[in-house]
């Protein structure tokens, strides 16, 4: 026999190897709270009904409070030797009380459901942090000037500059888009919110539970009942990850747009010089590394992803140690996830566009040529499709002559020999980037109108969570 709390049917205790490479007191340590939570919840159910005595119930509370007192205190070391948090917690009650009462924690329990017990309660305050996170972004991003409305940027496809839109438009996009990784997070919740204690094993017990108890005293939304399932599932991690993912991913879209924006040939935006860093030997150098490490660091979320769906695709239902993989990976997911949704609010606020700058490139790249398609149909009756086919004519015919949409002579020029007159002050207004911007009114468009619009809608959506 060894002295393990499992040691009664072994001759032999495990190598230091072993252990070594079996033990998760590291990982294991954001669990203390929620496994102590745990057993104080479950000691006490025990008590309700019965299955300990209410002498050995107050005991073994007593001396989980003690505990709780110096994990407060930051006094209570897991010990490597006792491999993992449930482990350690037993072993320190039994110590105090010795095992005629301290033995009693473990009734009618095992580690297979305690340990997806501890992970979800660790995980639905992770989730409601994100949210808490993501709402702060979105906070920030909708919290734009008037002046964002009017002031403009190329909106791109393909890279290349597409049609003029506003900063306000483009942050109230990225605002919309984190709205919808709040909503996924609440959906994780609500599937992480499933409380598997007493499960046992992976069979149930004879002992006669109130799993509701425990449940409600664990703050759970209800009991997962199913013991084999409760025990086996690590989908709600998995669906996490996956938000996680998703979430890191859509960060990491708008660091590029900022990273490639403030280079000197966009010259677009540039960020605080708070969220920037220069160069060793390159004096003139600001670098939006913040932005670069929140593209980067999206690695992380994805490939925990990747990883989570690897390591438990071959996991027969039943508790395999192979779940014991989940968490240092989860957990690096949840460090770079939320640090970059906070760093990239405070990144936010700082933001400085060049909305003139932004002006110049829609005159540079033709980004109103649909604007003359649109006044050919209105105006002059033709179908889109020939419209779009005279507009794009009089485009190759300008930059023949290396010339713009600013040079309306000419322009008006090309389209009196196309067949399709238009008058200079038309297309000086029509070209114009601002004045296409403004026209944009449909709902959900760039214009000033709609994007206030889009604003009010977006707003109270975020306040209802
Ligand atoms: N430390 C384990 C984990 O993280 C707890 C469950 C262990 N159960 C077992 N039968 N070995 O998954």
Excluded at 229 to 245: C, G, N, P, Q, V
Excluded at 365 to 389: D, K, Y
Excluded at 408 to 415: F, G
Excluded at 424 to 443: D, H, I, K, M, W
């Amino acid at each position: 026999m060894t002295d393990k709390l499992w040691g009664g049917r072994f001759a032999e205790d495990i190598t230091q190897e072993v252990l070594d490479y079996t033990l998760t007191v590291d990982v294991d340590e954001r669990l203390v709270f929620a496994d102590l939570w745990q057993d104080l919840a479950h000691m006490l159910m025990l008590g309700v009904r019965g299955i300990v005595t209410g002498e050995v119930a107050q005991a073994v509370l007593g001396s989980l409070l003690r505990l709780w007192e110096r994990a407060e205190r930051g006094e209570l070391r897991l010990r490597p030797e006792l491999e993992d948090v449930h482990f350690n917690l037993e072993q320190q009650v039994i110590e105090e009380l010795g095992r005629e009462r301290g033995g009693h924690l473990q009734t009618a329990r095992s580690r297979n459901d305690q340990v997806s017990t501890d992970t979800r309660m660790y995980l639905r305050r992770i989730q409601l942090d994100a949210v808490a996170a993501n709402l702060d972004l979105i906070g920030e991003l909708l919290a734009f000037p008037e002046t964002d409305l009017l002031a403009i940027l190329p909106g791109y496809t393909h890279s290349q500059a597409a049609q003029p839109i506003s900063v306000a438009f483009w942050k109230s996009a990225h605002a919309s888009m984190l709205l919808r990784d709040v909503r996924r997070l609440r959906g994780a919740f609500e599937r992480t919110d499933e409380c598997p204690l007493g499960a046992c094993a992976l069979a149930g017990t004879s002992f006669p539970l109130d799993r509701e108890l425990t449940a409600r005293l664990l703050g759970f939304g209800g009991v997962l009942s199913h013991a084999l399932d409760a025990t086996s599932a690590r989908d709600y991690l998995i669906e996490s990850a996956a938000a996680f993912a998703i979430g890191g991913n859509n960060l990491s879209r708008m660091a590029e747009e900022i990273v490639m924006w403030s280079g000197h040939e966009y010259r677009l935006v540039e960020v605080a010089d708070a969220y920037a860093t220069g160069s060793s030997i390159m004096p003139q150098k600001k670098n939006p590394v913040v932005a670069e490490l929140a593209r980067g660091r999206a690695g992380r979320t994805a490939g925990t992803l990747v990883q989570l769906l690897t390591m438990a695709k071959g996991v027969t239902l039943g508790y395999s140690c192979d779940l014991q993989e989940d968490k240092p990976y989860l957990w690096h997911a949840i460090d770079a996830y939320l640090s970059t949704l906070r760093i990239v609010a405070g990144q936010t606020r700082g933001l400085r566009f060049d909305g003139a700058r932004g002006e110049q490139l829609c005159w540079d790249n033709f980004s109103t040529a649909t604007e003359l398609a649109n006044h050919l149909v209105t105006a002059h009756g033709l179908p889109f499709r020939e419209a779009h086919h005279v507009s794009g004519a009089l485009v190759a015919a300008l930059l023949k002559r290396g010339a713009t949409l600013r040079d309306t002579a000419a322009a008006a020029e090309i389209l009196g020999e196309l067949g399709h007159p238009v008058d200079e002050p038309v297309l000086a207004r029509l070209f114009a980037p601002a004045a296409a911007v403004s026209g944009y009114t449909s709902p959900g468009g760039t214009s000033p109108r709609s994007v206030t619009a889009v604003r009010a809608e977006l707003s109270s959506a975020a306040e209802a969570h």
